[in-house]
């Protein structure tokens, strides 16, 4: 008998068919092995990540310590001896932590696991972090290890005396492609939301940040010093300064009155002292030497134009440089490179770096005694101003003949100017346009007003007494009740004169107490106090002690500006506030610096 027939029997017959039933059970098994190896294979890219953050992050704690020493030492300025041999201990172990750092942040999958949620920032913060410390330590440092070098063996000074300004032009580029680099790595840590970061990435990214900015902000100025100043020293061609010494027993907006005025030419690192002129060979004129501006007029008078010593009486440095060298063509003929301005302090801390100086007159002026001699003992042995004037010129001969004959070392002298300029005591102003364009965005420019500084509030003394009694008075201002939060944030910009002048005051020579007996009783000191709000502010009137007083007022280049006048006895002090605006959490005041305190006050809202 025949087999069965039909589709029953053909069924039976191929039980290894697959059913309708069977097929959903196989498919679903595939899917289940390939999720089952989706979540194996990120397990393990997540395992592989986890295991590079934990390389990361020990190769940036293995950084921190050496990066901080970088910041230490390159963050703070003018590098001495001592400073290139830590830099240049330091920035190989940098270089080996960042560079570890980079290659564990660095991988396929870690820049995969970036476009996760949350955790996506988080990565990409600390790649960041570390690419960017990475590139710091080996395309910037290197050049700041070479410049300091070649400032710490004296190779910038010549067996003459004179400087290699080649030296330092060939030392330029590199030093400029460096701050490039730190301010790309600056920019690039500054742009991370930290809001974003989980709680222990987020003091770590500051710290990177805080770093990064301090050592981009020193490498630009290092680098824009290194390009600018083998011209201005000669390197293209003979140069010609007027150095203004400034007296600080008769304040001025710049620090002081204009004493002496030296005329010094560079040529391929050469220096050399010229003419001498005091005040007295460039009186007083009937009419102010270039046309002055309504502001100017309503905030100094017309002597701002027409006395040699109140040129120093505007904030704004770049404006004292046009009235001098305006006065200098008028009444000793030539034209002029530049105008440099320093003080008795900034001086003694030159004569740190050169040693004792002997004036014409046999005085022998050390660090330690000149700022006595120059503005106390100078005005109590002449008899005259004209005796005065000479003995102050002739300080500031001999103080600058030394520097014409190489006294010093390269090293010592730097320090002593970026200390200067960083209490805006020493000034300049180049008449050529592509030089003062950088330096009026630096301190170095004391560029107020003309300057790109808007942001900055302003507080000058001005001597009202017309006597040389300012050695005995104390400027004191400082930043008060920062408020950090709300629609319009301000502080408190106080100031604090005192004057303690010695008990027989009136005994001293007429120039020295003030010529002006009839408004001033004699033996009081008068300075007029300038404030200037930041563009664009308010600022109608100050407080003394307390009480509002209204001054002489103008509008100046965008800036509100009021002056008022005080009037202390001996043993007198007076305080004045006024209300300033708060603007990208912090308070700048530039002042003028005076033998007690210097040109710049600095006051920020806590970060975060």
Known sequence: MDGPTGAGATDAQTPDAPTAERRPRRLGRRVALVAVLVVVLVALAAAWVAFRAVQAAGALMDARDVVSTVDGVVGGGALDDADVAALTAAVPQAQDATERARRASSDPVWRVAEHAPWVGRQLHAVRTVSTSLDDVTHDAMPAVVEIGDLLGSGDLGRDDGSIDVQALAAAAPKLTAAAAVAARADREVAGIDTATLAGPLVDPVRTASDGLDRISGTLTGVSRAAALVPPMLGADGKRTYLVLALNSAELRSAGGIVGSILQVTADDGHLKLGKQVTTAQLGRLDEPVVPLTDAETALHGTALG????????????????????????????????????????????????????????????????????????????????????????????????????????????????????????????????????????????????????????????????????????????????????????????????????????????????????????????????????????????????????????????????????????????????????????????????????????????PAG
Do not use: M
């Not at 300057?451 to 008060?480: C, I, M, Q, R, S």
């Not at 009480?547 to 103008?554: D, K, P, Y």
């Open 306 to 605: 027409r006395w040699i010593q109140n040129a120093a009486s505007t904030p704004d440095f770049p404006r004292t440089a046009e009235l001098i060298t305006a006065r200098w063509a008028k009444d000793v003929g030539g034209e002029v490179d530049g105008v440099i301005a320093t003080d008795p302090v900034a001086v003694k801390d030159v004569l740190e770096a050169t040693g004792p100086v002997t004036t014409s007159g046999g005085a022998t002026l050390r660090a330690d005694n000149l700022l006595t001699y120059l503005l106390r003992d100078a005005y109590r042995t002449s008899a005259t101003g004209t005796e005065a004037d000479a003995l102050f010129s002739s300080a500031a001969g001999a103080v600058f003949g030394a520097l014409t004959d190489g006294a010093g070392s390269s090293q010592a002298l730097l320090d002593a100017v970026s200390g200067a300029t960083s209490q805006g005591r020493f000034r300049v102003w180049s008449a050529h346009a592509d030089e003062q364009d950088v330096i009026a965005g630096a301190q170095l420019g004391g560029a107020f007003l003309s300057g790109d500084h808007p942001d900055a509030v302003g507080v000058f003394f001005n001597d009202a007494t017309e006597g040389k009694l300012d050695y005995y008075l104390d400027t004191d201002v400082t930043v008060e009740n920062l408020e950090c939060t709300g629609a319009a944030p301000t502080a408190t910009v106080r100031v604090t004169l005192a004057y303690d002048p010695p008990k027989k005051v009136t005994d001293l020579p007429e120039y020295v107490v003030g010529a002006r007996g009839d408004a001033i009783t004699p033996g009081s000191v008068a300075t007029g106090v300038l404030v200037y709000a930041p563009v664009g502010a308010a600022l109608d009137a100050l407080r003394q002690d307390g009480t509002l007083v209204a001054g002489a007022q103008a509008d100046e280049d965008g800036r509100r500006a009021v002056v008022a006048t005080s009037v202390l006895a001996p043993g007198g002090t007076t305080t004045y506030e006024a209300t300033v605006p708060v603007r990208h959490g912090a308070v700048e005041v530039w002042t003028t610096p005076t033998i007690h305190g210097g040109g710049f006050v600095r006051a920020e809202c």
